[in-house]
Each structure stands twice: as structure tokens, then as C-alpha cells.
């Protein structure tokens, strides 16, 4: 079955700790991508990968870091994390980008900083 | 970046057709048009997408306007499993960014 899968689906931390959220698909997708939805605002992306070691910024890429060493993972890492990170993050996936490909999303991380 | 624009919300009755319209005046000849949904508590999933010409699938059909300027999803008869938010989306060609709407909110009544 074609997955996107994150971990963890819930989590409450400090502010300050380094925390890294998981993303693994299972489609041998080249592009893979990160958003956080926030009420009122939608969907935004943070950062997307065309590939292996290829990264980029989307919209929101402040307070984040990602790595894409191995085609399926494409870990979200917060290096010092602050309330306002708090959010509802999804992970995303697909053949290529751009190209009328269907986006695969996964189940949802809910991240609270406290 | 080309920007879409959807009404926040619509409201339905079950089995009558919706029509659920998206703006997207800067699109650019290479941005294929995407829609999703995304139920409560759940990630988004695929509806539908296409670029120049109208599209038909088992969920939905997408009426795509001669300039391209804006679309309209089409469900042919809502049901209660269909209330979500819809998102109206540009996949660019050229800088590989993906382009949400605020999405509309589909009520559906029974």
C-alpha cells in the first residue's frame, strides 16, 4: 500500500529541545516536502527535496532544517524549537514535481512547544 | 508566485451537485491545477487535477476556463463523507513549489 508515514503523530515539548520528525513513503518518490497548517492560514510549505541531497526553502523555512540522505526519508529536524512552531505538520510525497503528479500526504504531526 | 483564490466556505445539500469555484488569474502555461480535500483530522488527499482541458474521475469532474484563469470542482451529487475543506492548488512548473489556497469549507447537509 502506498504510504507516507510520520513520527511522531503527537508531541509536547520545551522550548529550546532539538526534536526531529520522521517522514519515510514507500513509492520510490523523487520529491518529497514538508507544510505546517495553522488555523486560519492553510497549508504552507517549509521546505521540499527535488531528490537525494537536494533541498530547498518554501514558504515558511524559518526554524527548521531538513536532510534528504536517503530517497525515502526526509526528516524535519528543529533544532531549538519555539511556541510559535506549534502546529499541525504533514509530509508529503511525490513521483516528481511539478509535472501534474498526485501528492501523497501523511497522517499528520501535531507538535506543541510549550 | 501565482496565487489561487477560493470563498472560505459552501454549504451543500446531500445529493444535489456543488460547484466549488478557484481563481487563479497569474497562472502560468505550465501550472497543472490541482484540487484536494482534507477531511477532519486526516492529511489531504487527491480529487483531481488537469491543465488545459476539462477531467472526469469517480470523485469529481474539473471544468477548467478557456484562459485558464479559473477552475471549478464538481461533485456530481454530495454526500455527508464529502464535507471537507477543498483546496484549490498550482503545481509550478519551473520553481517545483506548490501553491495552496485557503481552501473552502464544504458543509453538506443531510
Known sequence: EAQVTQNPRYLITVTGKKLTVTCSQNMNHEYMSWYRQDPGLGLRQIYYSMNVEVTDKGDVPEGYKVSRKEKRNFPLILESPSPNQTSLYFCASSLMAGAGNTIYFGEGSWLTVV | ?110
Not at chain 2, 470563498?7 to 445529493?15: A, D, L, R, T, V
Not at chain 2, 482534507?38 to 488537469?50: A, D, F, K, T
Not at chain 2, 463523507?81 to 501553491?99: F, H, M, N, P, T
Open chain 2, 1 to 110: 508566485d501565482a496565487k489561487t483564490t477560493q470563498p472560505n466556505s459552501m454549504e451543500s445539500n446531500e445529493e444535489e451537485p456543488v460547484h466549488l469555484p478557484c481563481n487563479h488569474s497569474t497562472i502560468s502555461g505550465t501550472d497543472y491545477i490541482h484540487w484536494y480535500r482534507q477531511l477532519p483530522s486526516q492529511g489531504p488527499e487527491y480529487v483531481i487535477h488537469g491543465l488545459t482541458s476539462n477531467v472526469n474521475n469517480r470523485m469529481a469532474s474539473l471544468a477548467i476556463a478557456e484562459d485558464r484563469k479559473s477552475s471549478t470542482l464538481i461533485l456530481h451529487r454530495a454526500t455527508l463523507r464529502d464535507a471537507a475543506v477543498y483546496y484549490c492548488i498550482l503545481s509550478q512548473g519551473g520553481s517545483e513549489k506548490l501553491v495552496f489556497g485557503k481552501g473552502t469549507k464544504l458543509t453538506v447537509n443531510p
